[in-house]
């Protein structure tokens, strides 16, 4: 009785060929014989199309080129404007330093640069994963209300 419950939890955890397996065991062991080929039929078309997530990995080495975490992550938009933020702070810095304002370059420079920067690589990871998260929470959604009905 609790082989659908733990299918759920195999979905939760984004293990879907366990959540596969365990459903064909649950099939098995609790419905008649003439359900069971459309039933095991309906568990493989459900889990046939398995979201593509993004890879964390990737996405914390593209982070350290600013915007390109959230390009890659579907926020194309956010990943220009952090991009172009981060490219206007780098030149003004340069700039002040280019011209012997070194006050200035540092504070305003080093100091903006360093905090817009690494913000732009929490935002990124954070993006990567709310957008991993959504697809797993969409999928997840689809298959606990096909499991639910059967």
Known sequence: PTLCLQVLVYNELAEWRKAEETA??????????????SLFKYIESLYKKVPKLK?????????????????????????LVSFTLNAAILTFGVYQAWHTYYITAYIGGAGLLSATYLGSMKRGDYLVKKRNDNKIREYNDRLKNALLDI
């Open 55 to 79: 890879n964390e990995k990737l996405g914390k080495v593209l982070s350290f080129f600013p915007g390109l975490e959230h390009i890659y992550a579907g926020y194309v938009g956010e990943g």
């Open 24 to 37: 064909k065991i649950w099939i098995e062991s609790s419905f008649p014989d003439e359900d069971r080929d």
